[in-house]
């Protein structure tokens, strides 16, 4: 894996994170997750996103992709993204949401149980299109 092909498909990743992102959590299940927040109050900032720090979250979950895909588990396939990255997202959103809802009230149990399956399609389909771009040419 050349440094054309990490930057190429981090690149990728990103847009298909960030889209991915927006489409499940603001479009699709927006009122989902507003109807089952905890107690905590302000903490979304809905008007006022620091829209450099989203951007660079989704680079950095795009490339922890690009990193074991390419480093460790030679994925070059869209299907074998998918799968990867899915498994990768429902491990880390169940590990992040099980600490958050045991330690905050930004979240209600209903929701800290549904969103790791939520974080799987969103890396599962990001992970995909990594491992798609990751194999091209070969």
Request: net charge neutral; proline share 1%.
């Amino acid at each position: 894996m050349n440094a054309q092909q990490r930057i190429l498909a981090t690149l990728a990743g990103t847009v298909v994170s960030f889209l991915m992102g927006y489409i499940l959590y603001a479009l699709a299940l927006g009122s989902f997750f507003e109807a089952h927040m905890g107690t905590a109050e302000n903490v979304a900032k809905t008007d006022d996103m620091v829209w450099w720090a989203l951007v660079a979250g989704n680079v950095f979950l795009a490339y922890l992709l690009v990193y074991i895909f390419g480093k460790w588990a030679n994925i070059k396939t869209f299907g074998a993204g998918l799968q990867a990255g899915a498994m990768i997202g429902l491990i880390i959103g169940f590990g992040y949401d099980m600490i958050a809802f045991g330690t905050t009230n930004t979240m209600d149990l209903t929701a800290a149980l549904v969103d790791p399956f939520v974080t799987a399609v969103m890396l599962g389909v990001t992970g995909g299109v990594v491992g798609w771009m990751l194999g091209r040419g070969k």
